[in-house]
């Protein structure tokens, strides 16, 4: 599609409803920056109704200026790619410079399927890669796990390896955080709050929902609520289950990759079953 076939005036979004689509640009929306600005998550009502956007914001502050928000906004709604992410709209009101992408959701099923790719690809460096040295990667997290064409995870960054002979005991899991990020949405490192907790940073606003004996209350509050109504909660129990084993202070009580894996698949299974139960 050229950009001559993409009428912008009618691309155009009132900024009240960029307003109501991130309530006010909250950080519970934000997702990401860069020099240009915020990147926020969310969803578009009236016409656009039940739309879910990715809506960069340029800090008025930026380089950027008039001229060059024009051209960019000329260029990215000319886009017509599978693997560019799509154009869906824009707004300069009050002067303020957003443009709008169409954002996928990935299902709760998806997650639970690249998590288990992910695990599994732990596995195979853990297990020795040929006649190698078993290879601990040590800086697992989301940025480094990537996606292909049909959401297979691949698992990248190699930088801070470190090798480890074949016949040692088994190596505990160095996940962290990482798994919360999936089933919550959030940011590792981008503090929030409810109003039962303190202003933390995920993992910890994770643990303040366990006591002392590993018990555990209002964790569902930390489901991603995009696709709250779609996950089947003994899926997600079973999923926290070895996601909160997987943050213990305690590297040596951390599991190994084959619990990680067969726990995931089970939560897979679980949720698999209630949809063909529903359908």
Avoid at 31 to 36: A, E, L, P, Y
């Amino acid at each position: 599609m050229s950009s001559s076939e993409v009428n912008l005036e009618e691309c155009r979004i009132p900024l009240e409803e960029i307003i109501r689509a991130t309530q006010n640009f909250s950080s519970d929306n934000w997702v990401g920056d860069g020099g240009f600005g915020n990147v926020y998550r969310g969803q578009l009502f009236e016409r656009w109704t039940n739309h879910l956007v990715a809506i960069k914001r340029l800090d008025r502050n930026s380089y950027q200026g008039t001229n060059e928000f024009a051209k960019e906004l000329n260029l990215v709604s000319s886009f017509n790619y599978p693997n560019i992410i799509p154009f869906f709209g824009y707004c300069d009101d009050a002067n303020e410079k957003i443009i709008v992408f169409k954002r996928r959701c990935l299902t709760w099923e998806q997650r639970l399927k690249i998590c288990l790719g992910a695990a599994k690809g732990v596995k195979y460096l853990h297990s020795g890669v040929e006649e190698h040295n078993r290879v601990i990667h040590t800086d697992f997290k989301s940025a480094n796990i990537l996606l292909d064409d049909n959401l297979e995870a691949k698992i990248c960054d190699f930088g801070l390896s470190r090798l480890s002979p074949r016949n040692q005991p088994g190596y505990p899991c160095q996940y962290k955080s990482c798994w919360y990020k999936i089933s919550s949405g959030m940011m590792a490192y981008h503090a929030r709050r409810f109003e039962d907790t303190n202003e933390l940073y995920l993992i910890d606003l994770v643990r303040s929902y366990y006591d002392d004996n590993g018990l555990v209350d209002g964790l569902e509050k930390l489901i991603d609520p995009i696709i709250r109504a779609q996950i089947d909660m003994s899926s997600f129990e079973k999923f926290n289950e070895i996601a909160h084993e997987c943050i213990n202070v305690d590297v040596r009580k951390r599991p190994m990759v084959d619990r990680i894996i067969n726990t995931i698949a089970d939560a897979l299974n679980i949720q698999v079953s209630l949809l063909l139960y529903l359908f």
